[in-house]
């Protein structure tokens, strides 16, 4: 069977300072992957997709960017962090068809 | 650009009650509708739906879709406080893109 994992759980990050969430995928290949970031418990936003190894496309204009060094791994990085950046980050996955997402654990991060 | 709308936006139910939550949507070559269910942590993939008329089921959960007039439900029967949770809605149009609604939180008092 299939699991997403996501590390780290918390985050506690300065303004300005850089950031590397990551994000794995097991028990399957070539995932289409997926960066969400939910503010105040509510709506997903979608940030970054994947459909294969080294192909990003970025939904939202920001400070932030994704990566997809490997097949099942996902990251989301920023050379310096906003406030603005705080909130829930979301990773998922899903297979192309019939492209049901499954979402990691999430990492809150706060920005101070 | 495509576009989900829940409502209502918060619902205070009590225990056994019967709840209704709606998912409106506007999205280019809909392929299909998908329901999920957040309690303090990711969401968990519940049903999704891509054709007009035929209910799903999960126990005391189930969905059907409106093709023609753009919209879904979710209804829950005998609500229980593990019910409690926000409720989102997404829609899938053309490729692997998801967008999703602003949920419905249902809290259900004992």
Known sequence: SQTIHQWPATLVQPVGSPLSLECTVEGTSNPNLYWYRQAAGRGLQLLFYSVGIGQISSEVPQNLSASRPQDRQFILSSKKLLLSDSGFYLCAWSEDRPYEQYFGPGTRLTVT | EDKVVQSPLSLVVHEGDTVTLNCSYEVTNFRSLLWYKQEKKAPTFLFMLTSSG?????????????????????????????DSAVYLCAVRGSGSRLTFGEGTQLTVNP
Do not use: M
């Open chain 2, 54 to 82: 035929i209910e799903k089921k999960s126990g005391r959960l189930s969905s059907i879709l409106d093709k023609k007039e753009l919209f879904s439900i979710l209804n829950i029967t005998a609500t229980q406080t593990g």
